[in-house]
């Protein structure tokens, strides 16, 4: 019989509660936050426009992938034109690979003054460090040729202190609150500004069959009435607490379907048609915390 374990000088619970110290520490929930006065709810309408990169990097049958070049070729362009139409800022969180494949969208979303975002480079987030410091440089520069305007935010898993080293203020890639929160690296250093997102409110989860090489009994596909009521009930319930906060996640594969945009259009302006309902862009909400919230105790 082979020995077991020794006994351990820790209990399991002393290290979980170890981990929710660290985690605790190296998170900021701002105390007292606010709109402008009369706004009572921001809502980030956000595109993750990856097109087939992920698809590809997982070689998915050929269908999987022509549903990512439907994105770059069609649905990228519904998605602008139905944000332009019902007059919404929108961010578009961008792998730096897309500039070269899909150029001319982005010219047309940056134009009409959407916000164009680091998504990393292909879609991947790479082990090696100064593999993570190139692929963020390079799309930065990306969309810097092509938006004329320096990236300031992220939704990616890069390090944050090679975030922070190219500029970034704020990454949009975590859940741990309702409303933007700060959160610096295990050193407690770098710290960014966080607007969290939940994957309950992302296009992809509801849309789609074979999801990231998901099994068949895993499927789903989602009628989109039902889903607009979903994230309606989300926008109502954060618009009674007065202080609310939505970021809603589209993918231009998923919801640049004609109907689905269609149905997006009815909800925006179902949203339009309560008082003090703020659309920015990612980057000028940002802007307005780190302006009028600065962390108390992590350094930013």
């Known amino acids: 019989m082979t020995p077991g374990p020794g006994p351990s000088s820790r209990s399991g619970a002393e290290d979980w509660s170890d981990a929710a110290r660290a985690f605790e520490a ?26 087939m990169l992920y698809r590809r990097a997982l070689d998915e049958p050929p269908m999987q992938k022509a549903k990512g070049e439907f994105g770059g070729r069609v649905g990228i362009w519904r998605l602008i034109e139905l944000f332009d139409t019902h007059g919404v800022k929108a961010t578009f969180f961008t792998p730096g690979r897309i ?11 940056a134009a009409s003054g959407h916000e164009l975002a680091d998504h990393m480079w292909e879609h991947l987030t790479p082990k090696e460090e100064e593999l993570q410091r190139d692929h963020i440089r390079r799309t930065a520069d990306a969309l810097t040729r092509i938006g004329g305007v320096r990236p300031i935010g992220t939704r990616s898993y890069y390090e944050q202190g ?3 080293d190219e500029g970034y203020l704020y990454n949009s890639a975590e859940t741990t609150s309702r409303l933007p929160y700060y959160a610096a690296d295990d050193r407690l250093e770098n710290c960014l500004l966080i607007l969290p997102f939940h994957f309950s ?35 109502e319930q954060q618009y009674e607490l007065g202080n609310g906060y939505l970021n809603i996640c589209l993918h231009p594969f998923v919801s640049g379907r004609a109907l689905r945009t269609r149905l997006l259009g009815q909800l925006i302006e179902r949203m339009k048609g309560k008082e ?22 992590l350094k930013f």
């Not at 500039?99 to 979303?109: H, M």
Request: aromatic share 18%.
């Open 276 to 297: 003090g309902v703020w659309f920015p862009t990612c980057a000028a909400l940002a802007q307005y915390v780190l302006a009028n919230f600065p962390p108390r105790s």
């Open 162 to 164: 090679f975030l922070k």
């Open 26 to 51: 190296r998170h900021e929930i701002i105390e007292n936050f606010r709109y402008p006065d009369g706004i009572r709810i921001a809502v980030n309408f956000t595109a993750d426009f990856d097109a």
């Open 99 to 109: 500039c070269e494949l899909y150029p001319q969208a982005l010219r047309a979303a």
């Open 201 to 235: 409110i992302d296009d992809a989860q509801f849309y789609n069959f074979g999801w990231f090489t998901s099994e068949p009994q895993a499927q789903r596909l989602t009628d989109p009435e039902r889903i607009m009521d979903m994230w309606w009930d989300a926008f």
